[in-house]
Structures are given as C-alpha cells and as structure tokens.
C-alpha cells in the first residue's frame, strides 16, 4: 500500500504557503493555537490551519502569552520586540505577528523544528 503523507504535515520545498502562515505588510502572520501547562516549550506541527505550540506556563496574569512570545522569538533569532500578539490575548487561538520577516524567512526559520 503506498505511504501517504499526513494532511496536516508540509513539505518547505513542494508546498506553498502552509495555511499557518499569511503574507502581510509588515511582516508575516502566523496563527497559532497554544496548548498551555504543557509539559515542555515546543513549536509543534500544523495542526488544521494553526500551528501547535505548546508551553509550560500557566494561562494565567499573561504567563503563556508571555511564553510564547519568548519561545517564537528564540525560533525566529529575533527580539521579542519583532513578535507581536495580535489577536487571541484570552484564547487558546492566535494571531501572532512577525514584523519585517517574509513568508518564505519564516518558513524556513520554522523549518528548522518542523
């Protein structure tokens, strides 16, 4: 029986943009869905259109949003300046944006865990 990829897996170099990630004027857009007390800090893999990520803190007094925000920074080799949460403070949903980075840099900045 032939082997068939996981719908929700990519691959950088035969797919286009993954469904995580938008293209927008001051960077790019990527959504997330945010899986907090986990047991680790992790980018995880596509899940539908959102990125898995998982951390440990609690969502409590902004401590995963905080967490997030320093776990994609760490990804991306960028200040925590260029990671901006816009949209989901109070959801496991997110939008995150990543000022000055293309779809294609942050593809390949994610590739790197995925």
Known sequence: MPHTA???????????????????????????????????????EPLGNELRVKVTAPPVDSAANEALIRLVANRFDCPRSRVELIRGHTSRHKTIKLHGFSVGTALTKLGKGL
């Open 6 to 44: 996981h719908p929700a897996s990519f691959d950088l170099n035969t797919m286009a943009t993954p469904p995580f990630l938008r293209d927008h004027p001051d960077g790019a857009l990527l959504f997330i869905k945010l899986q907090p007390r986990a047991s680790t800090n992790e980018i995880g």
